[in-house]
C-alpha cells in the first residue's frame, strides 16, 4: 500500500485546480484525520484533497496492479441546501476536479486503467456531509479504513463537515515513474 501509494502521490504531484497544485495523499482514515491535524497545525491549505485508498496489490514485473479508490475532498457546511452544495462545491470544485483526475488517469504513462473505457469510470458516489457513525464499537473494529456508507447528520469522519465525489479503479502503475 506505501509503495503504491507514494507513486500515485507523485504522478499527481504536478496536478493543478485554479493554478493552484492540489494536495495528494493516501492511506487510512486514521492516516486521513492524522493528515487534517497536520494541516491544521502548520496553517496550510487542506482542500481541495485527492485521497488514495489502496487495496492489495500484486506485483506484476515491471507494475504494481491494485485496486484504488479515489476521493476527492472539499470541504462544505452541514446547512447548505442540495441547490447550495451543488452551485458552490460541486460545480464550482469537485465536478471540474475529477474530470482533471479523471484526464490525469487517462492520459498518465505511468498508469494502466483495467477494463474497457467506456465501463471503467462508473459507480461514481457523490457523498454530501461524508460521515461515518464514530461511536466507539465502530471505531475500534473498523477505524482503519472507509468501508462504511457516509451517514447524514453523523459526525464527519475528518472532523469537519466534508463533501466527496468517489469511485474506484484497478490501476496498474509503473514500479519506477517515467
Not at 464514530?134 to 477505524?143: S, V
Request: glycine share 2%.
Amino acid at each position: 500500500m506505501i509503495t503504491i501509494g507514494m507513486l500515485l502521490r507523485n504522478e499527481f504531484a504536478d496536478v493543478t485546480f485554479n493554478d493552484e497544485p492540489i494536495n495528494t495523499d493516501f492511506g487510512t482514515q486514521k492516516m486521513l484525520i492524522e493528515w487534517i491535524k497536520d494541516k491544521d497545525r502548520s496553517n496550510q491549505k487542506k482542500y481541495p484533497l485527492l485521497w488514495f485508498v489502496i487495496d492489495s496489490y500484486n506485483d506484476i514485473n515491471d507494475q504494481y496492479e491494485a485496486k484504488v479508490k479515489f476521493i476527492l475532498f472539499y470541504q462544505s457546511k452541514y446547512h447548505f441546501k442540495n441547490k447550495d452544495r451543488f452551485e458552490l462545491v460541486y460545480n464550482k470544485t469537485l465536478n471540474p476536479l475529477y474530470e482533471i483526475v479523471k484526464e490525469k488517469l487517462i492520459s498518465s504513462r505511468n498508469i494502466n486503467i483495467m477494463g474497457l473505457q467506456n465501463q471503467v469510470f462508473k459507480n461514481i458516489v457523490d457523498a454530501d456531509n461524508y460521515g461515518v457513525n464514530l461511536d466507539t464499537l465502530t471505531i475500534k473494529r473498523q477505524e482503519h479504513d472507509f468501508s462504511r456508507e457516509a451517514e447524514r447528520g453523523k459526525q464527519s469522519i475528518a472532523q469537519e463537515v466534508l463533501d466527496a465525489k468517489i469511485f474506484e479503479l484497478t490501476i496498474k502503475i509503473n514500479k519506477k515513474l517515467c
